[in-house]
């Protein structure tokens, strides 16, 4: 059975600059297990759309893919991730630099299966 990774501390915001976000993570297996933890990572946030609606155009909150990488990680040990921007997320970045955003990070295990999805705060810079 495969180990995932788990966010090494989710409370500090992850700081997100230019072209990438900088996460570290955690292999949850046993340091004599044998198998590296092998997952994929998305940060999605959340923003206003336009939709169109019944009535009109309506701003809709919905989640946008804000960046995304893979890791490979030795069993009981700690990585620092990059994770690349998406063209959306280069965007937020560049116009709202100084802020802090709130998203949601996606661990997937090597079958693209969602494993955990924790809260986080993005720092923008």
Do not use: H, M, W, Y
């Amino acid at each position: 059975d495969d180990g995932d990774v788990v966010v090494t501390n989710p409370a500090r915001p992850i700081p997100c600059a230019g072209s990438a976000c900088n996460v570290r993570v955690d292999c949850n297996l046993a340091e004599n297990s044998g198998t590296q933890c092998v997952n994929r990572i998305e940060i999605f946030v959340r923003a206003a759309a336009a939709r169109l609606s019944g009535d009109g155009l309506t701003k809709v909150q919905r989640p946008i893919r804000f960046a995304f990488g893979a890791v490979i990680v030795p069993p009981a040990q700690t990585a620092k991730v990059k994770l690349k921007l998406t063209k959306k997320g280069k965007e937020i970045v560049k116009r709202k630099r100084g802020k802090t955003l709130k998203g949601a990070l996606e661990i997937r295990n090597a079958a693209g299966i969602a494993v955990s999805s924790t809260p986080i705060r993005i720092r923008l810079r």
